[in-house]
T-cell receptor, first 116, second 112 residues
């Protein structure tokens, strides 16, 4: 969905490096999420934010941090990357309100991160 | 916390075969239910969703799903699959309009 963009799309880095993944959306949604996808494990929630001042840990937040710079921007940082953080990372957005698209999530194209 | 179970991790079918993918969730309160599809190399896209009303939900590309509250299930069906349906399918549950929980996914491989 072109309304949710992620940069970079691919990144190879070394153990110990700090990495930032960025997500931007033009959908006007107030809620944003970061997930990681690993084969056989589905999507696991890292962090989520229901508005600029509201940030919450997901089920696997250790080793990660986030920043909600604006309603449209939500960045994920790996403070000191390690090999088991090699995964596909997805950003998603949703809105809370009335209407047919109430609460549905829209996903970005993903960032494939490899930590050597 | 919510848990979402997808019973089949890998399904192989021939074209024109019927498909049913199972999904069960644990939360007994207010839930919104979704099926997403991820084609190879792509991001997740919504197939269909259930919020309320008719428990039989029709989505895109001929897919449908049935919400059975008593069984905590939301199984995905398609009467006749095509090669282009080869993808990974994820069931997701949103409880009380809060977080989303995803199943581990089912990889569908349709042989031409």
């Amino acid at each position: 969905d072109a309304d949710v963009t992620q940069t970079p799309r691919n990144r190879i880095t070394k153990t110990g490096k700090r990495i930032m993944l960025e997500c931007s959306q033009t959908k006007g949604h107030d809620r944003m999420y970061w997930y990681r996808q690993d084969p056989g494990l589905g999507l696991r929630l890292i962090y989520y934010s229901f508005d600029v001042k509201d940030i919450n840990k997901g089920e696997i937040s250790d080793g990660y941090s986030v920043s909600r710079q604006a309603q449209a921007k939500f960045s994920l940082s790996l403070e000191s990357a390690i090999p088991n953080q090699t995964a596909l990372y997805f950003c998603a957005t949703s809105s809370f309100g009335t209407g047919g698209s109430y609460n549905e999530q829209f996903f970005g194209p993903g960032t494939r991160l490899t930590v050597l | 916390a919510q848990s979402v179970s997808q019973h089949n991790h890998h399904v192989i079918l021939s074209e024109a075969a019927s498909l049913e993918l199972g999904c069960n969730y644990s939360y007994g309160g207010t839930v919104n239910l979704f099926w997403y599809v991820q084609y190879p190399g792509q991001h997740l896209q919504l197939l269909l969703k259930y919020f309320s009303g008719d428990p039989l939900v029709k989505g895109i590309k001929g897919f449908e799903a049935e919400f059975i509250k008593s069984k905590f299930s939301f199984n995905l069906r398609k009467p006749s699959v095509q090669w282009s349906d080869t993808a990974e399918y994820f069931c997701a549950v949103n409880e009380n309009f809060n977080k989303f929980y995803f199943g581990s996914g089912t990889k569908l491989n349709v042989k031409p």
